[in-house]
């Protein structure tokens, strides 16, 4: 069974600084495509930033500069390093890993950003 556990959200003031994790488990975990999404109160879930088995990464734009996906096969883990936070980056954020056409959710992490 496929279980992905986030970790470090929490309440930032703009400008501050939050690092998230993800701990997966039940999956093969080096080859699987990592992500980070976010669902904020009212609009869709979007792709924050994936980060590939070959660890390549890509960013959603307005977080380009200012987050950074990375990866450590070692301790299956995934991290998203968000700095310059700011309030339109709250939301409730999501790991999701991708591996043979199937897709896993985390349960999610709040992060909320005040002004």
């Known amino acids: 069974q496929v279980q992905l556990v986030e970790s470090g959200g929490g309440l930032v003031q703009a400008g501050g600084s939050l690092r998230l994790s993800c701990a997966a488990s039940g999956i093969s975990f080096s080859v699987s495509d990592m992500g980070w999404y976010r669902q904020a109160p009212g609009k869709q879930r979007e792709l924050v930033a994936t980060?590939?088995?070959?660890?390549?990464?890509n960013y959603k734009d307005s977080v380009k500069g200012r987050f950074t996906i990375s990866r450590d096969n070692a301790k299956n883990t995934v991290y998203l390093q968000m700095n310059s936070l700011k309030p339109e980056d709250t939301a409730v954020y999501y790991c999701?890993?991708?591996?043979?056409?199937?897709?896993?959710w985390g349960q999610g992490t709040q992060v909320t950003v005040s002004s």
């Open positions: 980060i590939t088995s070959a660890v390549r990464t």
């Open positions: 999701n890993a991708h591996l043979f056409r199937s897709d896993y």
